[in-house]
């Protein structure tokens, strides 16, 4: 099994389709400025975008990983995009840096390494899925 899309609802459509197109998705669908779909720069994942009439509770955090977490921090900051912090260490061996789109959905470019999958916490009845 694999995670194909994830689906995030967004107030003021085309502000956020524009900002996903900003950071670096590559649109695929655009269906009538209520819908649309984008690929990812690497990996078979896709983000959708649908129009919502109010904005959604916080809950579900985006992960978009990367090698270099600080050089594409300044990329998107020299594009305007605005940050919550600056890439750091967390005490979970991620490096990140932390934003939101124009919805207030929750984004965090990371990398994490060996971490991502097998943290020194991993449970062993895991194995090496």
């Known amino acids: 099994m694999d995670l194909n899309q994830v689906t995030l609802p967004v107030t003021g459509f085309e502000t956020a389709y ?30 959708s975008l649908h ?12 992960y978009f990983e990367c090698d270099d977490v600080d050089a594409r921090y300044e990329a998107l900051r020299a594009s305007g995009v605005e940050f919550l912090n600056a890439p ?12 939101k789109d124009p919805s207030g959905n929750e984004l965090r470019l990371f990398h ?9 916490w991993r449970l062993p009845s895991a194995g090496d899925l």
């Open 18 to 47: 524009q900002f996903y197109g900003k950071i670096g998705l590559k649109p695929i669908v655009y269906s009538q400025g209520r819908y649309a779909r984008f690929e990812l720069p690497s990996g078979g994942s896709t983000l």
């Open 51 to 62: 129009a919502a009439d109010h904005a959604m509770p916080p809950g579900v955090v985006i």
């Open 88 to 99: 750091r260490d967390e005490v979970w061996g991620w490096r990140e840096a932390r934003f």
């Open 112 to 120: 994490a390494g060996q971490n991502r999958r097998f943290p020194a």
